[in-house]
């Protein structure tokens, strides 16, 4: 299973489902010209192999009072597997840490926070982020505005 290749029906599947994941299983074998049951069995293949990692619903961040998007660039202090291992370890336990990357280049780590407001995006650098171990520098860049947000990766 771990050589499995994507078939063209496989990535009609995949596409569909990015746009719409409440599709029922019928919906999608008519839209893909493929009975039911195989319609079915490639998907829970797609779903054990991994492939499908998840369902989720899309939400607005503004009408759920998260309407602050600020990507917070961090370099290290050290850069050892200890210091590195710590730093994830802690970041990855703040919700409001919505996207976190392992980067090159003059900082070592990307962040994408929501806050409702500065205030507390304030609250959360101060009394949380920068309390963390090992942090030697940081940027803050506030996004003035959203022009793509896509989690569609298949075309």
């Known amino acids: 299973m771990e050589n499995y290749t994507l078939d063209e029906k496989d990535l009609a599947i995949l596409r569909l489902l990015q746009k ?5 299983v019928r919906d999608l074998s008519g839209r893909i010209n493929l009975s039911s049951t195989p319609t079915h069995e490639r998907i829970k293949r797609m779903e054990k192999l991994g492939i499908i ?5 899309v939400l607005d961040r503004k009408k759920v009072d998260k309407g602050m998007m600020v990507i917070c660039m961090i370099a290290l202090n050290a850069h050892n597997k200890k210091t590195a291992s710590k ?3 802690e970041v990855s336990k703040l919700n ?11 900082f070592d780590f990307m962040l994408k926070i929501l806050a409702p407001n500065m205030d507390v995006f304030h609250d959360f ?4 982020l920068s309390e963390i171990e090992g942090i ?3 940027k803050s860049i506030f996004v003035m505005n959203s022009i793509k947000e896509s989690s ?3 075309y």
């Open 152 to 154: 569609q990766i298949i």
């Open 125 to 128: 650098f101060v009394n949380q």
């Open 136 to 138: 030697g520098q940081t």
């Open 20 to 24: 719409d994941a409440k599709l029922s």
């Open 96 to 106: 409001e840490v919505v996207e976190f990357y392992n980067i090159s280049g003059d």
């Open 87 to 89: 730093f994830i370890e």
């Open 53 to 57: 990692k998840g369902y989720t619903a």
